[in-house]
C-alpha cells in the first residue's frame, strides 16, 4: 500500500532562518506531488506541484522554492523565513495520468511551522 | 467567483441531527468531486468521493448536480465525532490538479 511521510511534525524557527521541509511517498511510481500551506483558520493554498523528477510548478510567488531529487521525494526549502511562512504544510500526492482520479490526494500528517 | 466555494460555518447541531452541506463549482467541466474531512490540526482526509449518480456511505450521503454545478454532504444522525471541517474538493480543467473549498465547520454538541 502506499504511505506518504513528512517531517518534522513541528518546527520553530527565527526570522532570516532556513528552512528545509521533506515528503517522501513509498508504495507507488511517478506520483504527483504537491505543497500546500494552511494558515490558521484558513484554507488551503496550494504552494508547488510537481509531474516528474526536476518539474516543478510554482502557484504563488513568495520565497519559498521547491525541489524534486528523486521521483518520490518532494523537498520545501526557503533561505530566510518571514514571519508570515507561519503555517501548518502539507505534503500530498495523486496518481499521474488517470482521468477523472479515482480519488482525491493522500496527505502527508503536515509539518506545523512557527516562524518567531 | 471562487472555484469552489462553501459556506464556513460553523454548522452547531445536536447529536442526531442531520445536518446537510452544499458547495457550488465554477467549472462545468469538472469530472471528478471528493469531500474530505479535516479534524483540528490534522491533515486533510478523504470522506468520500461524490459519483453523478449518487452515492451513500453509512450515515454519509453525497449527491451532484451538474446542471447547477453545486455538491451536497447529508450527515445524518450525526455524532459527536463527526465535528470537523468538511472540505469540498473538484478538480480543475488540468487533469489531476484538485481545488480545495475554503470547508465547512461542523460542530456537534452533546
Known amino acids: 500500500s502506499q504511505t506518504i511521510h513528512q517531517w518534522p511534525a513541528t518546527l520553530v524557527q527565527p526570522v532570516g532562518s532556513p528552512l528545509s521541509l521533506e515528503c517522501t511517498v513509498e508504495?507507488?511510481?511517478?506520483?504527483?506531488l504537491y505543497w500546500y500551506r494552511q494558515a490558521a483558520g484558513r484554507g488551503l493554498q496550494l504552494l508547488f506541484y510537481?509531474?516528474?523528477?526536476?518539474?516543478i510548478s510554482s502557484e504563488v510567488p513568495q520565497n519559498l522554492s521547491a525541489s524534486r531529487p528523486q521521483d518520490r521525494q518532494f523537498i520545501l526549502s526557503s533561505k530566510k523565513l518571514l514571519l508570515s511562512d507561519s503555517g501548518f504544510y502539507l505534503c500530498a500526492w495523486s496518481v499521474m495520468g488517470v482521468r477523472p482520479l479515482p480519488y482525491g490526494y493522500t496527505f502527508g500528517s503536515g509539518t506545523r511551522l512557527t516562524v518567531v | 467567483r471562487k472555484e469552489v466555494e462553501q459556506d464556513p460555518g460553523p454548522f452547531n447541531v445536536p447529536e442526531g441531527a442531520t445536518v446537510a452541506f452544499n458547495c457550488t463549482y465554477s467549472n462545468s467541466a469538472s469530472q471528478s468531486f471528493f469531500w474530505h474531512r479535516q479534524d483540528c490540526r490534522k491533515e486533510p482526509k478523504l470522506l468520500m468521493s461524490v459519483y453523478s449518480s449518487g452515492n451513500e456511505d453509512g450515515r454519509f450521503t453525497a449527491q451532484l448536480n451538474r446542471a447547477s454545478q453545486y455538491i451536497s454532504l447529508l450527515i445524518r444522525d450525526s455524532k459527536l465525532s463527526d465535528s470537523a471541517t468538511y472540505l469540498c474538493v473538484v478538480n480543475n480543467n488540468a487533469g489531476n490538479m484538485l481545488t480545495f473549498g475554503g470547508g465547512t465547520r461542523l460542530m456537534v454538541k452533546p
Open positions: 508504495g507507488t511510481s511517478n506520483p504527483n
Open positions: 510537481s509531474v516528474g523528477i526536476g518539474q
